[in-house]
Structure formats: C-alpha cells, structure tokens
C-alpha cells in the first residue's frame, strides 16, 4: 500500500506561487506515475500534471507549472507559478503502478488564488 499526503497549499494573490509537496509513504514510489489533479466546485476532476519518465501538463497550465520527484525524499512536488483565479480547486496527487486507473489517492490540498 501507498500512503500519500499533500502540503502545501493556501491563499495566495493572483500572479503569486506555490510549491505543492505529495509525500509517499509505505513504498517507494520513483517507478510509479504520480499525478497532480485538480477539482473546483461544480467540476469535474482533471489531470493537471503527470510524471513518469516524461512529463505531462495540462494546456492550460503549461510554462507555468512544473511537476518533479525527489527520490531520495520520496516526494513529488508541483511548483506553480504565474497563478491566476481559474487555479483554484483542491490539488489531489495520486499515484498508480503501470498503466489502468490511478490506485492512491491523497486527502487534497487547497488551493486559493484571489484576483
């Protein structure tokens, strides 16, 4: 089993960052696909980044987010930067061995960003 929990999180200003930690625990996760999702009210849940070996980001964050893994930390991090109020929703990581359907999923994290 993967524990997963994100930190990070809060209320920043438009134009502003934050660094978003998805820290495993139970395994290791350096081989697995690790999954930045994002969920505002009255949305549907979408993939916003994804790293495997490549990198994946949704268009509309593209150039101003960035996904990367720490190994040795056993972590995953989504550094965002530029923000803008259309970021706003809770930011879940997950992670999932192989292909098929993501199998850990973390508590979420909010994200906030006044204009």
């Known amino acids: 089993q993967v524990q997963l929990v994100e930190s990070g999180g809060g209320l920043v200003q438009a134009g502003g960052s934050l660094r978003l930690s998805c820290a495993a625990s139970g395994r290791t996760i350096s081989t697995y696909t690790v999954g930045w999702f994002r969920q505002a009210p009255g949305k549907e849940r979408e993939l916003v980044a994804r790293?495997?070996?490549?990198?994946y980001y949704a268009d509309s964050v593209k150039g101003r987010f960035t996904i990367s893994r720490d190994n040795a930390e056993n972590t995953v991090y989504l550094q965002m930067n530029l923000l803008k109020p259309e970021d706003t929703a809770v930011y879940y990581c997950?992670?999932?061995?192989?292909?098929?359907?993501?199998?850990?999923w973390g508590q979420g994290t909010q994200v906030t960003v006044s204009s």
């Open positions: 790293i495997t070996w490549t990198t």
């Open positions: 997950a992670a999932k061995y192989g292909s098929g359907n993501y199998d850990y």
